[in-house]
């Protein structure tokens, strides 16, 4: 009898992070971590905008956020969650679903350390959408800020932190020309992930 021919699956962490790394090597973007952040509004309507993941720790992709912004109140109503990113260079698109919790004190000041100075000033001096009654005021409150900590280390206010997602699906996309794109999903289950194909 012949010999079974065991095929391993890819596991969908290691195939995220690989093609995040083929991304951020051909890319010209200085943010290639950006995706798109889907969560459950409080109004029922999905809410959706913008991050950038800073940091991939298994089984985790994490970012950074102040934590009484709109995303950290929706996320601590309802923990489901999406990230959906689009490589054009790569023509590749992945999908993801899964479940945020809160960064612990130090990976949020990992998190922190790596972001620049000018960001690093805004968290300081801006509650992230809160009602802004002058934008003169807060211009001269970030300039101020900024000349005065330019050449300081600035710790990590304690409103500043982030989430890390666990994926529990991903959708991994590669798009062709055609249109007949290639579609892998991979669903977590309770031994380890099923993968199928599915139509484009
Ligand atoms: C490319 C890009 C990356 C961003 N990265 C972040 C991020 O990592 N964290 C963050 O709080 N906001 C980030 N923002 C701003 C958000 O899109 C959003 O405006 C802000 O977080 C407020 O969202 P909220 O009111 O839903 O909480 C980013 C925006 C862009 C365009």
């Given at each position: ?53 800073k940091l ?6 994490i970012?950074g956020t102040?934590i ?34 809160e960064l612990d004190e130090e990976t949020a000041d990992f998190v922190f350390e ?42 990590r206010p304690e409103h500043w932190k982030g989430f890390k ?36």
């Amino acid at each position: 009898m012949k010999d079974l021919e065991v095929q391993e699956q890819p596991v969908p962490f290691m195939v995220f992070a690989h093609w995040l790394h083929e991304h951020t090597s051909k890319s010209r973007s200085n943010y290639t971590g950006a995706c798109v952040l889907s969560t459950v509004g409080m109004d029922g309507y999905p809410n959706a905008r913008n991050v950038s993941i800073k940091l991939l720790e298994y089984p985790y992709l994490i970012f950074g956020t102040p934590i009484n912004s709109l995303k950290s109140i929706e996320i601590k109503a309802s923990k489901k969650v999406a990230l959906t990113f689009w490589w054009e260079e790569s023509m590749r698109q992945i999908r993801i679903q899964g479940i945020a919790s809160e960064l612990d004190e130090e990976t949020a000041d990992f998190v922190f350390e790596k972001r620049n100075k000018g960001s690093q000033v805004v968290s300081l001096i801006s509650e992230q959408g809160a009602n802004l009654p002058s934008w003169e005021i807060l211009q001269e409150r970030y300039r101020v800020m900024f000349n005065e900590l330019k050449d300081e280390r600035i710790e990590r206010p304690e409103h500043w932190k982030g989430f890390k997602v666990e994926p529990i699906r991903y959708e991994f996309m590669e798009f062709r020309k055609t249109r007949l794109h290639y579609r892998r999903v991979f669903h977590k289950k309770k031994d380890g992930w099923e993968m199928k194909m599915i139509q484009p």
